[in-house]
């Protein structure tokens, strides 16, 4: 299976900060790579699919970057309803697989 | 817009057998790749393994491979998740998503939750 490892694993930041997010595949994945956003109790919500497509109705301060091996996902002005945890999840082969997760918590 | 809506929380005996259920509501996803994944408290979500309904194809995790066992049914829009041989370990809660042909899971279900105690 491809592993996902993410960095890090936690990230204190304050409203207004710009934060990123680092994901890597243990092998090339091509763009094949989604991000995720949960909060506590939820199901995780799809904020970016193909490495840097913005899924409809996310905010524009979020974006995503990235092909092969290295992705990145950056908020570029932390709002309040930001601060959850956040997972890449490559979707190129079977068995799909998730990053283990940045908790994004205030500073 | 389709929903997907699943059933209520479970608890069940370890060794025991736990069958969750999908419904789409608002629209059909025959078309669809259905994945199943699940969520151990306080952990990363995992991949178990998906339909497509349409052409009745499954794929799973070689992790729980031999114990799951995803089925659907056309005529009412619902998908199944069958794990078997249950263990502590399965407690967790369990997810449905949708995934529009090679694609990231766009909807999901609200979750099930699933305790497996003695």
């Known amino acids: 299976d491809i592993q996902m490892t993410q960095s890090p694993s936690t990230l204190s930041a304050s409203v207004g900060d710009r934060v990123t997010i680092t994901c890597r595949a243990s092998?090339?994945?091509?763009?094949?790579l989604a991000w995720y956003q949960q909060k506590p109790g939820k199901a995780p919500k799809v904020l970016i699919n193909k490495a840097s497509s913005l899924e409809s109705g996310v905010p524009s301060r979020f974006s995503g970057s990235g092909s092969g091996t290295e992705f990145a996902l950056t908020i570029s002005s932390l709002q309040p309803d930001d601060f959850a945890t956040y997972y890449c999840q490559q979707y190129k082969t079977y068995a799909y697989t998730f990053g283990q997760g940045t908790k994004l918590e205030l500073k | 817009q389709v929903q997907l809506v699943q059933s209520g929380a479970e608890m069940k005996k370890p060794g025991s057998s736990v069958k969750v259920s999908c419904k789409a509501s608002g629209g059909t996803f025959t078309s669809y790749a259905i994945s199943w994944i699940q969520q151990a408290p306080g952990q990363g979500p995992e991949w178990m393994g998906d339909?497509?309904?349409?052409?009745?194809?499954?794929n799973y995790a070689q992790r729980f491979q031999g114990r799951v066992t995803i089925t659907a049914d056309e005529s009412s829009n619902t998908v199944y998740m069958e794990l078997s041989s249950l263990k502590s370990e399965d407690s967790a809660m369990y997810y449905c998503?949708?995934?529009?042909?090679?694609?990231?899971?766009?909807?999901w279900g609200q979750g099930t939750m699933v305790t497996v105690s003695s």
């Open positions: 998503a949708r995934a529009v042909g090679i694609g990231a899971f766009d909807i």
């Open positions: 092998q090339s994945i091509s763009i094949w």
């Open positions: 339909i497509v309904p349409f052409f009745g194809t499954t």
